[in-house]
T-cell receptor, first 113, second 118 residues
Framework: QKEVEQNSGPLSVPEGAIASLNCTYS??????FFWYRQYSGKSPELIMF????GDKEDGRFTAQLNKASQYVSLLIRDSQPSDSATYLC?????????????FGGGTRVLVKP | GAVVSQHPSRVICKSGTSVKIECRSL??????MFWYRQFPKQSLMLMAT?????????EQGVEKDKFLINHASLTLSTLTVTSAHPEDSSFYIC??????????????FGPGTRLTVL
């Protein structure tokens, strides 16, 4: 079992719809959770982080964390073609030294006009 | 805020030469910097973690004598790929974190350096 797992996709979403991305992690003691967006050929950019159970909203993005079930999700509302990218889930596992993050393999999202 | 730069953005070199990549935090002091490598269509692979003024911690399988990391100040870390070979061709990305910015372990990424070794 990978430490941080994501469906590789591609997740195909019509423009204007909601894209739902999931991420599961193995370390129950994990503290912090991050979503990054990476366009092809570019470096990751931070979308948002979450550390408490529940929902956290930022613009069209909502992160949801459920520590009991060990999953974190990202919802993208009103998806736009510019949202087409790979979305990386990252977790700060309690067993990891320092501020090291463990990344999932990423989910590729395609928003079709 | 939380801007990280990298230089150069792209480099092409001959096999056997050394290449230095700089990573700078522009508007904050980075207590920790990280170096990643990413091959096409693969996820990020952490190479090493670097704290200012101390030796870098390398991930398993990463040759510390080949990938030299120096973190001389709170705003600058360098990665030197020594005696580069074609298999070292990759996208090298640094990130930086600091308690001053965002959540304590948030990493902000530089734009990356694409290395091609001929």
């Amino acid at each position: 079992q990978k430490e941080v797992e994501q469906n590789s996709g591609p997740l195909s979403v019509p423009e204007g719809a909601i894209a739902s991305l999931n991420c599961t992690y193995s370390d129950r003691g994990s503290q912090s959770f991050f979503w990054y967006r990476q366009y092809s050929g570019k470096s990751p950019e931070l979308i948002m982080f979450i550390y408490s159970n529940g929902d956290k909203e930022d613009g069209r993005f909502t992160a949801q964390l459920n520590k009991a079930s060990q999953y974190v999700s990202l919802l993208i509302r009103d998806s736009q073609p510019s949202d087409s990218a790979t979305y990386l889930c990252a977790v700060n596992m309690i067993k990891a030294a320092g501020n090291k993050l463990t990344f999932g393999g990423g989910t590729r999202v395609l928003v079709k006009p | 805020g939380a801007v990280v730069s990298q230089h150069p953005s792209r480099v092409i070199c001959k096999s056997g030469t050394s290449v230095k990549i700089e990573c700078r935090s522009l508007d904050f002091q980075a207590t920790t910097m990280f170096w990643y490598r990413q091959f096409p269509k693969q996820s990020l692979m952490l190479m090493a973690t670097s704290n200012e003024g101390s030796k870098a911690t390398y991930e398993q399988g990463v040759e510390k004598d080949k990938f030299l990391i120096n973190h001389a100040s709170l705003t600058l870390s360098t990665l030197t790929v020594t005696s580069a070979h074609p298999e070292d061709s990759s996208f090298y990305i640094c990130s930086a974190s600091s308690p001053q910015t965002g959540w304590r372990d948030t990493q902000y990424f530089g734009p990356g350096t694409r290395l091609t070794v001929l």
